[in-house]
Structure formats: C-alpha cells, structure tokens
C-alpha cells in the first residue's frame, strides 16, 4: 500500500459565468446528511476557462455540484437543479425513469461562485450557483481530459485528468 499526503497545491475553479458540458455523473456513495446516512452523487462539469498554470495549464477547469440524493420529489434538491438546468419540468417519462448517462455531454451555462469554508477563511469552494440552459450557437464540448469516476474506479491509480 502506497499512503501520501494529497498536494497542498490545489486551486478551486475559478469565479465564473458562460458555458460548460458535464463530464460526469459519480456513482453513489453513501454520505451522512442531517437526516442520518444517504446515498448521494455529484455531477460534474467542464467550464470552457482554462487553467492558466501548473500541470493543467491549458486544460478546462472542472467543478463539482453540490450532493444529491436519489430522489426526484419535487421538492428535491436534483428535481430542482434539474428543472433549471433543463428550464423546464421534468417530463412524465424522466421522472419514471432518469437515465443519469444522458446527461453526459450535455451543455449549460453555469455560475460558478467561492465560498470559503466556516471557520477557515483560507480554504475555498467553488460552487455552482446557477446552471441554465445552454441557448447559444457553440455549445462547449467534452475535452477529453477527464476520466469519470467510475472509470478510474475500475483502475485505481487512475487521475481525474489525463
């Protein structure tokens, strides 16, 4: 077994607004939640800014949504993302059976926002703070650079980022 200390080096995305794809739907894990332990999974998104230095430098930066929970209520937190993203209801179909791959190389314009963690000033979050339909002419495409979860599941070892 190999252990070391994650990098200290890592920036969050930056504070931005335009366009972005999802590269990815993570499988879900079981994570506590003020209602006792749940499954939840994240999406997650390529902004079209690029990383302006270090080993990414030239690379999409990527953000994570907040955790969601597998259900699509109404009052759910994903039914609701969902809904903003799509700038619509769900249909009938989709909330009998939302087949989470379809998602994948989907467009939308994002807000992305910081947030410093509570009690440590010094370490940010970005955050999605808005994700819309994607209304223009070019949408952002996938770069390639991310491998999804559960690929690198598959094969540990495996970077987020090629």
């Not at 808005?130 to 598959?154: E, M």
């Amino acid at each position: 077994m190999i252990l070391s200390k994650k990098s200290g080096d890592f920036r969050p995305a930056p504070e931005f607004t335009g366009k972005a794809v999802c590269v990815d739907v993570t499988e879900p894990k079981e994570m506590d939640s003020m209602y006792g332990k749940q499954m939840k999974f994240r999406m997650v998104f390529e902004i079209e800014e690029l990383q302006d230095e270090g080993e990414r430098q030239g690379e999409p930066w990527c953000v994570w949504s907040m955790p969601f929970s597998l259900s699509l209520h109404e009052k759910s937190s994903l039914r609701k993302f969902l809904k903003q993203w799509f700038g619509r209801d769900l249909t009938a179909a989709e909330l009998d059976s939302l087949e989470t791959e379809t998602l994948i190389g989907r467009p939308a314009s994002i807000v992305v926002t910081h947030t410093a963690k509570e009690g440590d000033p010094n370490t940010i979050y970005a955050n999605i703070a808005a994700c819309v339909p994607f209304k223009g002419a070019d949408p952002l495409k996938p770069s390639g650079h991310f491998t999804r979860q559960k690929d690198r599941d598959q094969q540990p070892g495996t970077p987020a980022r090629k």
